[in-house]
């Protein structure tokens, strides 16, 4: 159902939070893999800029729900409408939703 801007806010806060771990875990993860550790400092993290994204929407489509066009998490649903409101890119959610 909608929701209050407040409850939003939350949701798009857990969103960002659950990203952020992911993220953490994703480095803990590639400093172990022998040919990251051999790039220079520079290069790791021109390596994981580059794919942070990508890692992140792979990721999300296991918790995501067709039928409630939602992230399922622990804490509850996150509706995919948080990135229209949080975003601004009101169009851009529009034209890949509808």
């Known amino acids: 159902g909608p929701y209050s801007e407040t409850k939003q806010y939350q949701k ?5 939070n659950h990203s952020e771990v992911c993220v953490r875990k994703l480095i803990m993860f590639v400093k172990h893999l022998e040919d990251f550790k051999r790039l220079n400092q520079e290069d790791q993290i021109a390596a994981l800029k580059a794919c942070v994204m990508n890692t992140l929407l792979l990721r999300s489509a296991l918790f995501y729900s067709i039928e409630k066009d939602a ?28």
């Open 12 to 16: 798009a806060a857990d969103l960002v």
């Open 71 to 98: 992230w399922l998490t622990p804490k509850g649903e996150i509706p995919t409408s948080i990135l229209k409101s949080t975003t601004g890119f009101v169009s851009l959610h529009n034209n890949h939703v509808y």
